[in-house]
């Protein structure tokens, strides 16, 4: 991205089981001269890294013209866009993107019925945090850690760790057994994770109950890395 990029929200694109998010991100050259090109977001994603664009595919003298061309094309021409986007793309890229975003996806919905909807309270009572209540937050917790750490690592990297630890075992989310093969990756990166113990992570919950409220709903409800 340069400094001089604007970007502006023009359609929601369903592919498959999943919602792209679709910009159109506009700059202006050293020459004076005006490009244009669609971007594309995962829905599971809020990362910039997650998206992947087309080509320049406007080039006007000033950026009113490239929005009257981009405001004039219609969603099946934008989905025409996307598929152009994902069938020309690294196929290896895209693949580790997508391995990697299936696996945010799955622990976040995990992570989710985990915790309930406690990030949504105007308040949090720690006297009144029940222990069974508490080690749910505190399963929860934990895979968000592993969520949070997931979406740091980039796409290729996450793929060769997921062949790694599966043996060259491949993951297919359609299947009955994506489930299974998740969990041996996610088990296995939570063990090398510095996590805090139970007891631990107890004290410092009812100390600062509100920080992780509030980490809980950056990361369940805005959908963004805290």
Not at 50 to 55: K, L, V
Not at 84 to 91: E, F, K, Q
Not at 122 to 145: C, F, T
Not at 181 to 195: G, K, R, S
Request: proline residues 4%; contains cysteine.
């Amino acid at each position: 991205m340069t400094l001089s990029e604007r970007r502006r929200s023009v359609a929601f694109i369903q592919k498959d089981s999943e919602s792209w998010a679709c910009f159109l991100v506009t700059f202006v050259t050293q020459a004076g001269e005006w490009r244009g090109y669609f971007s594309f977001r995962p829905g599971y994603s809020e990362l910039s890294e997650d998206e992947i664009r087309t080509a320049d595919i406007f080039i006007e003298s000033s950026e009113a013209e490239i929005h009257e061309k981009a405001i004039g094309l219609g969603k099946p021409l934008l989905a025409g866009l996307l598929d152009s986007v994902l069938n020309t793309g690294s196929s290896r890229g895209l693949v580790g993107q997508q391995l990697r975003g299936q696996f945010r996806r799955l622990l976040q919905e995990n992570s989710q019925d985990i915790a309930g909807g406690w990030a949504e309270d105007e308040a949090v009572p720690p006297n009144d945090v029940e222990l069974d209540r508490l080690r749910s937050l505190y399963s929860s917790y934990r895979l968000d850690q592993v969520s949070h750490f997931i979406s740091l690592i980039t796409p290729d990297n996450f793929e060769d760790t997921v062949d790694e630890i599966l043996a060259g075992e491949s993951i297919d989310f359609l299947s009955k057994d994506r489930v299974q093969f998740a969990m041996m990756v996610v088990d296995y990166i939570e063990q090398l994770l510095p996590l805090p113990d139970f007891e631990s992570w107890v004290k410092d919950f009812l100390t600062h109950p509100e920080v992780y409220q509030l980490y809980t709903h950056t990361l369940h409800r805005e959908g963004r890395l805290p």
